[in-house]
């Protein structure tokens, strides 16, 4: 069975939709305020590797739209926090963490979430319910997002035929493996 190539596959000629990149902003700016996944990245790779002349328009576009939605989180942790809280839209665990790295560095939890695949949406709110000061929230938020989409633009320009390639050959056998060893983990740790 070839789940995966299929899916691969949609998810490729999805791409080179005359909608995509409405779908891409929608998803970057949702993903940075409320959205739990996908992350950007599994639209701007596919978007970039069929169309690579577009790449760095792509990571732009992906830039702006997530910061757009990191403000929106800045505001939701300003105003809803404990909406949100009461609701259990956040885990308060999760938020607890946050502040307390807040605490200790800062504006660099903003950075580092920005570009890790740490949930940039949980130091947005974060950050708005600490009322951190809004202009390095934004120029941190700037810098951080685009390195991680430019970054990602400028590998799957680089590298990306060689790689779509390879995952046309191999998909199924990943795919299968993630899932026998998810399968295993879950099993072994209850």
Same mark, same amino acid.
């Given at each position: 069975?070839?789940?995966?190539?299929?899916?691969?596959?949609?998810?490729? #000629?999805?791409?080179?939709?005359?909608?995509?990149?409405?779908?891409?902003?929608?998803?970057?700016?949702? =993903?940075?305020?409320?959205?739990?996944?996908?992350?950007?990245?599994?639209?701007?790779?596919?978007?970039?590797?069929?169309?690579?002349?577009?790449?760095?328009?792509?990571?732009?576009?992906?830039?702006?739209?997530?910061?757009?939605?990191?403000?929106?989180?800045?505001?939701?942790?300003?105003?809803?926090?404990?909406?949100?809280?009461?609701? =259990?839209?956040?885990?308060?665990?999760?938020?607890?963490?946050?502040?307390?790295?807040?605490?200790?560095?800062?504006?660099?939890?903003?950075?580092?979430?920005?570009?890790?695949?740490?949930?940039?949406?949980?130091?947005?709110?974060?950050?708005?319910?600490?009322?951190?000061?809004?202009?390095?929230?934004?120029?941190?938020?700037?810098?951080?997002?685009?390195?991680?989409?430019?970054?990602?633009?400028?590998?799957?320009?680089?590298?990306?035929?060689?790689? #779509?390639?390879?995952?046309?050959?191999?998909?199924?056998?990943?795919?299968?493996?993630?899932?026998?060893?998810?399968?295993?983990?879950?099993?072994?740790?209850?």
């Amino acid at each position: 069975m070839q789940i995966f190539s299929k899916i691969y596959q949609k998810s490729l #000629d999805w791409a080179q939709s005359r909608f995509a990149i409405y779908w891409l902003s929608l998803v970057s700016f949702l =993903e940075s305020c409320v959205l739990p996944y996908p992350p950007p990245d599994v639209m701007l790779a596919p978007m970039v590797l069929k169309r690579p002349n577009k790449a760095y328009y792509f990571a732009f576009i992906t830039t702006i739209s997530s910061v757009l939605g990191g403000l929106l989180g800045y505001v939701l942790g300003d105003i809803l926090l404990d909406f949100l809280l009461n609701y =259990e839209l956040i885990k308060p665990a999760s938020v607890a963490s946050i502040k307390l790295a807040f605490d200790e560095y800062g504006v660099w939890v903003v950075a580092i979430a920005a570009f890790s695949p740490i949930p940039y949406k949980l130091a947005t709110i974060s950050a708005g319910s600490m009322s951190m000061a809004l202009l390095p929230f934004i120029l941190v938020s700037l810098v951080a997002r685009a390195a991680r989409y430019y970054l990602v633009a400028l590998l799957v320009k680089t590298y990306g035929a060689a790689c #779509d390639l390879w995952l046309q050959k191999y998909i199924d056998r990943l795919g299968y493996g993630l899932i026998i060893i998810i399968i295993f983990g879950v099993w072994y740790v209850g």
